[in-house]
């Protein structure tokens, strides 16, 4: 049960480390264009790396998770919003599951 806390601890301070260690090295402006351009896609690179896998286990069939996700990406790209793509993303597993 010790080892639990040990982990537990251990978890913490890599953490912190990860989080703090920029802040405390890099005093000055960041002026690399490429090292700025890097650090503004990070967020959006992470989110669709965590949801991607999520999208394709959401159904029963993966088959029907890929044409949803293929038909809200067109639909998004069209300039639809998040409610558009979201309702006919759910109408597209609900027909493709309907079939399969």
């Not at 890099?26 to 999208?55: D, E, G, H, Q, W």
């Not at 159904?59 to 029907?64: A, F, G, P």
């Amino acid at each position: 049960m010790n080892n639990i806390y040990l982990y537990m601890f251990i978890m913490a301070a890599v953490t912190y480390l990860i989080r703090m260690l920029p802040l405390a090295l890099i005093k000055k402006k960041i002026t690399n264009r490429f090292f700025k351009s890097f650090l503004y896609y990070v967020p959006f690179v992470t989110l669709a790396v965590m949801t991607f896998p999520a999208i394709l286990s959401a159904t029963d069939s993966v088959w029907s998770a890929a044409a949803a996700f293929l038909v809200a990406m067109v639909v998004a790209y069209a300039g639809g919003g998040l409610p558009t793509v979201a309702t006919i993303a759910c109408a597209v597993v609900f027909i493709v599951e309907l079939f399969i």
